[in-house]
């Protein structure tokens, strides 16, 4: 099967839509309920996304465009987040 | 006349302090970066004839309550705590340009059975972005009222008021509230999904892009560029606080030397004209001609803060601070810090993680707060020379900039450690709005540094005073007897106990009126430098007098001495307050005592490195 499409993965500003959250690869999903944490933040099914920058030197965190708001998240969180392209 | 609990609540930054000020006539800090507000705070607003206690509480997420800021508004809102009442009304305070997120958590608070208005706060913007939005339908959608406001512009107070008062008739008593449960994961979803619902029905967007913010951020946030502007603006602020106050102060200084002078002639001889003259003048007055330094260093903090550039310098420190086992939001108290330590540990609390709030908190005292700016002036004024490198940087103030640079490098190599051996734990998350960028309000800033000011006023009027009075007693008496050669202050009590202290302090190259003066740096930082004035002035005769304390510095002290004690004060013993403050925050005495030894030891490990080295070169 192929592995979904994360935020992290999407070239800078392409216009995107969130298809899942899904934690179960992150190290401390149960600890930090990083789901939770992710929707309460406004990352959520059907959300428009959009990689708008990334931090000097590491290229983590990243700032991405959440509808209207702009958000500082670290690579490994954006990786729960699954998006598909808008073509 | 009964009184009537009413709370604010919503996200961060959606302008809740803002509308609080308004309702209230309130000063409270206003600044665009979510987790301004970190504690809990009242206000009186009377409507009617019925006295209203607002409360201002942090702004939240959800009601988990994961960091300690956060928990102070759900222990308000849930009635956790034992002895303070829970509110009769809410008020929800909700950003017109990002709905979905705060519609939600009005839904989560308003399961809770609390009577509630929602203000929705940022119309000016909401319109400005083109959003257009059927508040009629969506309050009968949500079945709450709902006001549109604009905080700043005092917009909207009225109805507001107004719904207040019919809902103090219509629910005169306390809520019985329904048991709070967390939501889970599915249920947030749901929450979205009918939010959604809603929006659709009653909001119309225009694709909207705020082109000011973009374009800032393409420079601000570029991967060089980004980095080259953080340095810059903090490498200005410094050169700023050194050159352009020099003119200003140097008027003060010359009125208060005046002031002394003609006294000393005007004034009968006797115990209390030297009172007046050395204890409280020279040494409060050496403290006071520092006000216009310190503002300038607060103008720069309260610009960077109410523009919304905070949170960027947050954000493009994260990697930096990930490497210490920190994130970046813990940069915004230590940048807090600059100004006086004691916000940048309240500050503190937006860190969610109990380890990583710990590690904050003990290094943020290492950051160089305002009130080491006049002993590091002083001193930079006395020991180095004031010519420029490079033809346009002023020496004095590269030397300025190194010194903030060696306490940031501290914090930061302090942190390393605490993190690595006392306070082990997994990286934390860094998960932050970054708001648009905005005019600086004039109003704000002029409201934080009058606020400063008085704080600053207030401080060489009552603490540095106080000290000060009790130096110059203890420095001017017992009076020596006849047949005692030297000084008069060296007989005193402050010169016993100087020379006693003085063998411990000599290998790093203090003398003991510099003892002497350290003591009262402990209640006051800036106090050492009212200390040196006081000590000098006692012991001098009337031509060391008319000289300024930066000439008698330069002339009493080598070289190797006055960069010794400027280390110093890069990691001095904080002031009495900040351990106090650590002590509440931390509700425990062994973290201030761990952090005035480290500190304590760290400062004389580096004055006594440095005394030397500069020795050996000499
Ligand atoms: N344009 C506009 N700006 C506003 C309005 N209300 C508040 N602001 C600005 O928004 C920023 C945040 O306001 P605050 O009152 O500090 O927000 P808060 O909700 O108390 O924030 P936290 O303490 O972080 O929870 C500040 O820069 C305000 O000047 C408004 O109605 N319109």
Known sequence: MQTPLTLDQIPKNKKAFITAIDDRSHPHAELSNIEKRLLEMGFVEGAPVMLLHEAPFSKDPLIVRLRNNRIAIRRSEAKCIQVQLQL | ?618
């Open chain 2, 1 to 618: 006349m009964s009184t009537y609990q009413v709370a604010l609540i919503g996200n961060p930054n959606c302008g809740k302090t803002a509308l609080f000020n308004a309702l209230t006539g309130s000063r409270h800090k206003v600044a665009n970066y979510p987790g301004v507000t970190v504690e809990k705070r009242q206000g009186m607003l009377a409507i009617n004839d019925t006295n209203i206690h607002l409360l201002d509480l942090p702004g939240i997420y959800s009601l988990r309550g994961i960091s300690p800021d956060e928990l102070v508004a759900r222990q308000a809102l849930l009635g956790e705590l034992a002895n303070e009442p829970i509110p009769n009304l809410i008020i929800f305070v909700a950003d017109a340009t990002n709905l979905a997120l705060n519609l939600r958590l009005a839904i989560e608070v308003k399961a809770l059975g609390y009577p509630m208005v929602i203000a929705l706060n940022m119309m000016d913007v909401a319109k400005e972005q083109g959003v257009e939005i059927d508040i009629q339908q969506l309050s009968q959608l949500l079945n709450v009222p709902i006001i549109a406001t604009v905080a700043v512009k005092k917009q909207g107070l009225n109805e507001l008021r107004q719904q207040i008062a019919t809902h103090i008739e219509a629910h005169p008593h306390k809520p019985s509230l329904n048991a709070w449960q967390e939501p889970s994961a599915e249920d947030l979803r749901q929450t979205y999904a009918i939010v959604d619902l809603m929006l659709n029905k009653t909001v119309t967007e225009k694709p909207w892009r705020h082109h000011l913010t973009e374009k800032l951020d393409r420079i601000l946030l570029h991967p060089i560029w980004g980095m080259l502007c953080l340095l810059a603006i903090l490498f200005c602020m410094f050169q700023a606080v050194f050159s352009w106050a020099v003119v200003i102060q140097n008027l003060m200084q010359t009125g208060i030397d005046a002031t002394i002078q003609w006294l000393h002639h005007t004034l009968p001889d006797g115990p209390l004209t030297n009172l007046i003259c050395d204890g409280v003048l020279a040494g409060v007055g050496s403290v006071v001609v520092f006000l216009p330094q310190i503002l300038i260093l607060f103008l720069f903090i309260l610009v960077l803060e109410d523009s919304g550039y905070m949170a960027r310098a947050a954000f493009l420190m994260d990697r930096l601070m990930s490497k210490i086992g920190l994130n970046g939001k813990a940069f915004i108290p230590m940048l807090s810090a600059y100004a006086c330590a004691i916000p940048g540990i309240m500050a503190a609390r937006t860190i969610e993680n109990l380890k990583d709030r710990m590690v904050t908190i003990m290094i943020t005292p290492l950051t160089t707060c305002s009130a080491r700016l006049p002993v590091y002036t002083l001193l930079i004024a006395a020991f180095i020379p004031s010519k420029d490198v490079l033809g346009f940087i002023n020496l004095q103030g590269l030397v300025m900039f190194l010194l903030y640079l060696a306490g940031i490098s501290a914090a930061l190599t302090m942190g390393f450690i605490f993190k690595k051996f006392l306070f082990k734990g997994r990286a934390p998350l860094m998960l932050m709005e970054m708001p648009i960028y905005r005019l600086p309000s004039l109003h704000n800033i002029l409201v934080g540094l009058g606020e400063r000011a008085k704080i600053f006023l207030m401080r060489a009027g009552t603490i540095i005073l106080s000290v000060m009075i009790l130096l110059w007693f203890l420095s001017s008496y017992p009076t020596p007897p006849a047949s005692w050669h030297g000084a008069a202050v060296a007989y005193s009590f402050a010169g016993r106990i100087g020379q006693f202290l003085e063998p411990f302090f000599a290998p790093i190259g203090f003398n003991w009126q510099m003892v002497v003066a350290l003591i009262p740096g402990l209640a006051a930082r800036e106090a050492a430098i009212a200390g040196l004035g006081t000590v000098y002035a006692v012991s001098g005769n009337e031509d060391t007098i008319a000289q300024s304390l930066i000439q008698t510095l330069h002339h009493e002290w080598g070289l190797a001495t006055g960069l010794a004690i400027l280390a110093w004060y890069v990691f001095a013993p904080q002031c009495i307050s900040t351990l106090a403050v650590t002590k509440r925050e931390t509700n425990s005495w062994l973290w201030p005592t761990v952090m005035f030894v480290y500190m304590f030891s760290l400062a004389y490990l580096a004055a006594f490195i440095v005394f030397h080295i500069t020795n050996y070169f000499l």
